[in-house]
């Protein structure tokens, strides 16, 4: 640990596409990730119709840190640290909710929606009205901004803007599923716990290639088709900072022929028509870009925060090295018709989700994978991330959005440990700015 | 039309004792893993239901689950239960293979509701399973299932679940409840 | 006076199905936090008693509970009962707010003793609590209840329960056992 | 002779219940420490037997008990309980002074089989054990038992105990299951 | 943790009254709080009434080390080790009861009353008699004393005589239940484990300010008067190495009123008429001093034991950073009348303990606040002690008993912080002798 | 920890017999076990009759890394990591059983029985067939070999070849069972988990003093005979590297005895005739040797396999420092008659493992003498081993076989923390190789 503790961590060989598993259990490893990712990154806590009336609140997690989303009076949303300043005390118990102000339940001291401390008991006869009330509210986020609905926050005030942060991929990766109308989060986040690494949830989410091994059982029984969870074209776009989008995605030929077809009407319908059939309003393409129209993939926003193709979206929170919580947020067009609820609301109940038809199937590979990490001779044995490696090339669209058109890889994942490990050497926010890679031109 | 309650202690005492052997029955039917058979015993409008619970305030309790037709851990019917059970015989299904191992421990059968040829039941359960070497899960909540009489032969009608978790506390919920 | 040994099967069988039906009832009373109604159930008399175990060597195992009129983690009758009933009425209470959720497993019930309008039953229980996001708590033990027959109805008289915990491997006990 | 099946509904019943009570008395012996008691209750050729349960592949299932007369965790006849039950008469059965505290707890009581003076029984068990300031262990299984009316009173005959766990969780199996 | 390793620990600011919450989460900080704090203080361990005849014994806790205490032959009063020098089994594991003698069920080994080796299987067969009996003893605290039957024992050989140790302050906080009667120890002590750390259960037991907001069902339900649990009117004591009382107190005035009212029998009776009247008597007076005679606080004996006002103790054993076992123990005066005693039980069994009309509101609020010292973001804030401070003086009376007479505060707690510090940072006995703080003077 | 870290732990004073319990639970010292004991020994997985054929595997363990031993299509013995090189998923996770190869159920990597990649899904469309199968296939252990059937496995390559390794002791502890016969295994492995420290486990092999105190019940209810359970006749041999035997043995004269009452028919005949009647076969004491055909104690395997008299083999794996997973195996010559077979059984199924009418009395003792070692104060406190120390010698035979005749001792445990420290203190094979004590020779 000593050189990763001296920020010279040198766990993932970007060249070889070789990765130490160490990563992945040790526990300093993982306190470095909660004060140089966590604390520091941009983070989803939720999203804006989940705190859609002032006094309404959801709970969220920042790494190991809860906090508070909540509307204010002003309708400004705010995101506190769910501890008390005079003993530390959580002043929120409920997973959701709608508060008037937040008292804890302690003492007493009372917390207006924004934070601040509004009152205690005894603040005249006890405290002799000294105390600087000002000084004392609630933990605030350093900065809290909201992208087309998407609630983020970051800990650390010299973040650069949210909008910088997420780059034109991150931004993307949003759009994909807030062009899909006006959405509003459905009540009801499915939770449940992990025995792996957060990291090995969010390798998996570019992971295109165990879908038909470990969910082999979902197409054969014919829940889904082959050709919807396991195409072989594959179209890869790497953002700053370790964002990225990876999944099945559409030839500028294939985009062509799909147009046509929706055109005339004629020619068999495909698996990505809904999908992409949005896609044929101009407004949304301008909006995604001409590459982004062709993706149909994963989108991962650095650290956490999946999106999934199931208008949903997944978080995974990290419980310690070996443990991750995954929360799964599912949203729904403002104006969807009963039958669109319905689908969307059968998807999500039953692909993903403890219980889920896909997802009940990965869990234990998860868990084994870091377990994987464990052991005191099977930890010195390097990971295999060269799918791939050197065989594709980024092509750079006139728009000046760029991918990698190929078939099932593993770019994204290099892609994610290689920031990953930036972010780990990086001292502050201003060392990361100076030293993080551009995304990969050429050969990759 | 009798009521449960207008029944003789003795007619009620056969009636509860008949409804636990049935949930006795189907509970063995899971932990000895004879699915096909544990899906006979389902009526075609079953809707097997397990919803998200939340920790709210007590002034908003009311809010603790969420509602049928929304989000939930379990929303199947009969062809979706069929998937779930035909997924674990065409092999490959990693979450069950190896096998678990689980028991269900069924109490407090109730009947509180009796109607033509159906009695609804209440009863508190606990799965426990054990997986691999040292795997231990245990789920603990309540059951209500709709007893229905078709030829002589009890059949499962719509049945609702309520954990008692907010947080599953498990890798996966691979097994019926 | 007949003894319960003397019955028929059939009404030694009649009068424990009673009783089972009594208990659960009184569990999801407590599960569905139907406290008012639960204080219904008891009698004037009730003594709600949990006494202190204690580890002693077999040589010493008689000592191993406190004595009723000492130390004790429930020493209640029906106004102290009453009390703990109406805290979580009026607010505040913060160990139940947000509520527990429990779920009362109630097993092993037998019948050791009639007497007149009295009927003194045994059985097992696990009370299971979580709270929050994943906070669980079980406690397991055998309960002795004394049932009275009240103008028809069953009530519950005098009760004693013995946990198996000697520390108390929980923050609190806000729950009725 | 007539099979269970062949019962009306209620005498059915009067034999569960008769079982289960049964039961409940044998747990309760066990959980009181009245092992002598106990010990009268089983036929001379009972065999108190619990294989080791194995992870194997979905594929070898079968594998996944030992059978009898080869390895197991429990292989007893009437002789050896005799010889573990008067062991801890003896004094110096460390495992058991310190006594510890155990409460077992019956679900799932199932008449499988008639015949003759005898009825198989199939149960669900868990039995719950704290020994010391706050060690616990939790044995959760299924019991298939054969009960023998001698001279109108119950017996046990053969009896196999099935756990859940492969590696068992706890650092002995001081208990009777 | 590098500066507090080094005894340098800066951790509580008494000057602004601000404290670090890493103290209550820090697995390094909590190693050194067994060396230095509960391996060299004097601990409470039982009352000697719970031992009363040869051979009697009860286990106790010294930190993490168990202890027996055991009334020996001689009758005197042993604290020892329960780990055998053979091979370190636990010689005794019952809780409480009378022994001969503590055989260790391993190899039978057999200790005396005192802890000393008599004597082992094969002593001359195997060990041809050669093994110093005399060296192999079961480990014995290095002191042990008694003070008005409450025994204490303390690891360190150089600690300071148990009254020097206890000061005018702490044996006052003794004196306070002592002096209700010739007390004995009922049967039965309750046990329950919390998810918080030590210090943050004795810093509660200094915090009036919790009551009304904590509690305040338990006086809705009419169970305790508002008068008794949460009187404004306070009066602080504090003693050397940390001891404290805090708690309602007489003024002079009320103390004079009172005593009329007792002579003349005129006058509205007051909640606190119970508790003082046992002090009219001159020899309890006396005993008390005038300060004392007027204090209805709570008791602290550094670092963990809490004198309660219902004639009960109640001992907060740590059992690592987040985790602390509470133990109450209940006394009853020899010559107690039926009613007396009915009264006490009642008290006991329906106050505190994990069921407790009033403790079962903390536990939770003590976990709370010690899992808000574990985010990595959440910890980094500082807690608020400031309440009082600045505000009120040190009076001395002509008796040399010093008090702040006040209302609600937080003086009690500020105090434990500033001694808990001086201990860590404090190399040994002799160190902390001499650069340990005197209770303050004049202004507070 | 430092002096140790730094390769110069001074744990056990052989001069003195005496031990620092610190062993037992400090997590450091654990650490450097598993890298320093278990990665760099020759361990035993299980016995060749458990995987006969080819595709017949067994999960086992070194240290906390989880091997699969597989008889390959060559019929050689694999040692595999368990762990896929791909993502580090577990490729097996059955007990045991029959495979054809090992498929990955992440992604679908395919491993042939001895480990090597054979294949996977898209290597050609999404690897390009550009990825060094030779290089990725499963880690496997760097030397395998086999002792009369019992199989071993070094993840040192460095480690000298087994049979030097085990030396004339190590070889003659695992002859004592395999000259049984033409030993298999039975079927069913027991399986059990003890909060004890391994050595703790290891330590209690050569204690035949505990066994009259533990284990009185089992004497007092006739299960067993005293004599045979515990003897004053004891017998050690000591190995290098850590191997012993230490037990009953017969005297030269009373081997003699039962020799002559064997030819003769005459005489009593002693619990003991059983076992040593094999000897009386020429090969098997040329086999054995002089001494070893006397030796009638349990061999211990460094670092933790112990062989029992009762034909079993108790594996003794780490899980922790304070945690240990005890595994029993049983064998029977193949020959065996029924009657044979069912003393066997009915001795494995009711001495040993959880239930066992001996063993159910050990764990106890086992995890509170490692509780012992964790107290603050109480760990401070030297552990006794002193029992006949100075008071033996050691006896040379002609044949270059030594013993010490004595009586019931403790050298046998002397020897092995003496060894374990040289193993801790060696910064690899060749440094262990040159520095490691020779057994004792004269006065012990
Ligand atoms: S801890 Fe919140 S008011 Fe005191
Ligand atoms: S450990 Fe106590 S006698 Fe050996
Ligand atoms: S982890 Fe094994 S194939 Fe990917
Ligand atoms: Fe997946
Ligand atoms: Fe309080
Ligand atoms: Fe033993």
Known sequence: MAELMAGRGDWFDAERGVLDRRIFSDPDIYAQELERIFARAWNFVCHESQVAEPGAFFMSWIGEDEVIVVRDRDRQIQVLLNSCPHRGNTVCRAEQGKAASFLCSYHGWNFDLDGSLVGMP???????????????????????????????????????????????????GIDL???????????????NRLKCNWKIAVDNLYDWYHVKVSHGTAMRVGFLSEASMAPNDQMVILGEYGHGIGGPGLSEQQQAEFEERMRTGEGAPQWYDIQAARRLDPAVREQLGPVGTRALGHPNIFPNLWVALTRQVCLRIPRGPLETELWWFTFLPKDATEQERRTTVFMANHVFGPAGLLEQDDGENWSHSTRGATGAVTRRRPINLGMGR??????????????????????????????????????????????????????? | MTAFADLTLHEQMLLTYEAEQFLYREAALLDDRR???????????????????????????DREFTEPGGMAFFDDDRSTLAMRIQRLSVGRAWAEDPPSRTRRLISNVQIVRMEGDEVETTCNFQLYRTRLASEEDSWIGRREDVLRRVDGQHSMAPRHKNMEQTVILAQNMSSLF
């Open chain 2, 35 to 61: 699915l096909d058979e544990w899906l006979e015993l389902l009526t075609d409008d079953i809707h097997y239901w397990m919803p998200i619970r939340r920790t709210t305030t007590a002034k908003e309790i």
């Open chain 1, 390 to 444: 050197g065989h594709d090339a980024v092509t750079l669209d006139p728009s000046g959005q760029s991918c990698i058109e190929t078939v099932v890889n593993e770019h994204g994942q290099r892609w994610t440990y290689q920031s990953w490990q930036e972010w780990m050497r990086s001292e502050s926010w201003a060392a990361l700015e100076a030293d993080h890679s551009q995304p990969p031109e050429g050969t990759v």
């Open chain 1, 177 to 191: 599923i807030a062009s899909q109308g006006d959405m509003v989060a459905l009540d009801g986040v499915m939770k």
């Open chain 1, 122 to 172: 005894g603040e005249d006869a006890f405290y002799r009205n000294d105390i600087d009330k000002d000084a004392w509210g609630l933990g605030r986020a350093a900065q809290v901004a909201v992208y087309r609905g998407f609630v983020f926050a970051t800990m650390d005030p010299t973040a650069p803007p949210l909008e910088d942060y997420l780059g034109w991929v991150g931004r993307l």
